[in-house]
């Protein structure tokens, strides 16, 4: 079974650009995350689907950043305009079921480098 | 969710057992204990998780504190692939929303085993 495949794994872009980063979920899996973790910083959770279904959106950083799934499958995470700041690796998770016990399984990452 | 303290780095020889510490004094009854890793540059893995009772798969075990206030992770062999910056994670059940569904990482172990 294939795991969480995230695309690209690498982006370069300049400041102003708009970079969108996708997440594919482990096939049949209700739940899809998204963290980042920028320069010196701890890994941090950004946003929360269930389905197509925004659960929790409250570690979105500001409105410049626009994260969608629809249909329920993959998920794609927007930033525009990019800064700076935006630069990091942002990971995307995936679990069956949000309930006792719950294991998300991450992807590989995408590295986001703004200049 | 509650706070976790780890030290900061650990050394273990190859062939040893590494054991992780964990505080999580604060934790509510409700809370989880989960251990992650990320080898470098890759995602997080999920290694094991528990309530109350000492759990154990193919990768580690996972010993809970009568009173749940603190959790030791052991690797029973430690290889060089396991050199890695464990975290030690504590979580509420449900959905929780206010970015409490997603994990809280914090710093870490940075594990290095030792040839």
């Known amino acids: 079974e294939a795991g969480v495949t995230q695309f690209p794994s690498h982006s370069v872009i300049e400041k102003g650009q708009t970079v969108t980063l996708r997440c594919d979920p482990i096939?049949?899996?209700?739940?899809l995350y998204w963290y980042r973790r920028v320069m010196g910083k701890e890994i941090k959770f950004l946003l929360h689907?269930?389905?197509?279904?925004?659960?929790?959106e409250s570690g979105m950083p500001n409105n410049r950043f626009l994260a969608e799934r629809t249909g329920g499958t993959y998920s794609t995470l927007k930033v525009q305009p990019a800064e700076l700041e935006d630069s990091g690796v942002y990971f995307c998770?995936?679990?069956?079921?949000?309930?006792?016990?719950?294991?998300?399984?991450f992807g590989p990452g995408t590295r986001l480098l703004v200049l | 969710d509650a706070k976790t303290t780890q030290p900061p780095s650990m050394d273990c020889a190859e062939g040893r057992a590494a054991n992780l510490p964990c505080n999580h004094s604060?934790?509510?009854?409700?809370?989880?204990v989960y251990w992650y890793r990320q080898i470098h540059s890759q995602g997080p893995q999920y290694i094991i998780h528990g309530l109350k009772n000492n759990e154990t798969n193919e990768m580690a075990s996972l010993i809970i504190t009568e009173d749940r206030k603190s959790s030791t992770l052991i690797l029973p062999h430690a290889t060089l692939r396991d050199t890695a910056v464990y975290y030690c994670?504590?979580?509420?059940?449900?959905?929780?929303?206010?970015?409490?569904?997603?994990?809280?990482f914090g710093k870490g172990t940075h594990l290095i085993i030792q040839p």
């Open positions: 096939s049949g899996h209700d739940n």
């Open positions: 689907f269930v389905k197509e279904s925004k659960q929790d």
């Open positions: 604060t934790i509510s009854g409700n809370e989880y």
């Open positions: 998770a995936s679990s069956l079921y949000r309930g006792q016990g719950e294991t998300q399984y």
């Open positions: 994670i504590v979580r509420v059940s449900g959905y929780s929303g206010g970015g409490a569904d997603g994990l809280t």
